[in-house]
């Protein structure tokens, strides 16, 4: 069974700051890996997209890595503004194309 | 273009009680899944449908069920309601639900059981 992790739970940083939040997977066979972000009672804007065949994407300030055979991924902002303050959750897609979230790193970036 | 539309935003409902949750999926799109998100969690898979077709089903009691129409929209139904149903209930569509696919995610109903 496909258990997601995600580290820290909770992050909080002075504006500017380069940041990377973590996430784990306990079954490497997957398709894909997606990084979303989800304001509080809001539905999920997707990030970040890395196929199983990939290394990373990046898209502006967002870059992320996927290293499959470890089980990990990093979703690393630079120069962190108060806007990006949002949950951060981490899914990983298998076999069963159902999508597998951990529970997300609540970030909170002070002006 | 329209991204993925879910109705009602929000709803509340008493213990016992049905509901239906309504979903259109981006144009073009012809698999909807379901996922519940409990507050503090993470969203958990409940359905996937292509072309009207079950594809998959999360560990749900039997009180949860769906369906999708021939238009591609989708409705998951929930019936004798619990106070533990309360969550936002988030659709998502892709093309064909296919393994590397991406799926797109709505702005979700927030269910409250009182």
């Known amino acids: 069974k496909q258990e997601v992790t995600q580290i820290p739970a909770a992050l909080s940083v002075p504006e500017g700051e380069n940041l990377v939040l973590n996430c784990s997977f306990t079954d490497s066979a997957i398709y894909n890996l997606q990084w979303f972000r989800q304001d509080p009672g809001k539905g999920l804007t997707s990030l970040l997209l890395i196929q199983s065949s990939q290394r990373e994407q990046t898209s502006g300030r967002l870059n992320a890595s996927l290293d499959k055979s470890s089980g990990r991924s990093t979703l690393y902002i630079a120069a962190s503004q108060p806007g990006d303050s949002a949950t951060y959750l981490c899914a990983v897609k298998g076999g069963s194309e159902k999508l597998v979230f951990g529970k997300g790193t609540k970030l909170t970036v002070n002006p | 273009d329209a991204g993925v539309t879910q109705s009602p935003t929000h709803l509340i409902k008493t213990r016992g009680q049905h509901v239906t949750l309504r979903c259109s999926p981006i144009s073009g799109h012809k698999s909807v899944s379901w996922y519940q998100q409990v507050l503090g969690q993470g969203p958990q898979f409940i359905f996937q449908y292509y072309e009207k077709e079950e594809r998959g089903r999360g560990n749900f009691p039997d009180r949860f069920s769906a369906r999708q129409f021939p238009n591609y929209s989708s409705e998951l139904n929930v019936n004798a309601l619990l106070l533990g149903d309360s969550a936002l209930y988030l659709c998502?569509?892709?093309?064909?639900?296919?393994?590397?696919?991406?799926?797109?995610f709505g702005s979700g109903t927030q269910l409250s059981v009182l």
């Open positions: 998502a569509s892709s093309l064909a639900g296919a393994g590397g696919e991406k799926l797109f």
